[in-house]
């Protein structure tokens, strides 16, 4: 088995490398005129979509409202199952669901490091 600093280093090489393309291919594009007049008439396309969006949010100002409280419903319940499950797994219980097609659901976890300081 790999070390996991090296391969945590070789993660954070890689994605440098990725910025450093990035950078390039922007400063590339940045340099032909035809993209710079594309780029104008897509931010006036941008303004006038966002007057409409506007508008008609103003005619569904509820429905948007409603819309965010079962956002944060979701998100609620979802943090919810999450903790029932690990509840469930600590104690050694099997965690299944099923919607109403009868699909069976099993719980995935996924693991991330966060930077500490």
Do not use: C
Request: glycine content about 2%; hydrophobic content about 30%.
């Amino acid at each position: 088995m790999q070390d996991i600093q090296a391969v945590f280093n070789r993660i954070q090489e890689s994605k440098k490398e990725q910025r450093d393309i990035r950078k390039m291919y922007k400063d590339a594009l940045e340099g032909v005129q035809e993209y710079q007049e594309i780029q104008e008439k897509t931010k006036s396309l941008r303004e006038k979509k966002k007057r409409i969006e506007t508008t008609i949010r103003e005619q569904f100002s509820s429905e948007l409202t409603k819309l965010d409280d079962l956002k944060i419903d979701i998100e609620s319940d979802t943090q919810m199952i999450t903790d029932i499950a690990l509840s469930k797994i600590t104690k050694g219980e099997t965690v299944e669901v099923t919607d109403e097609h009868d699909n069976e659901y099993e719980p995935v976890f996924n693991l991330k490091f966060k930077k500490v300081n």
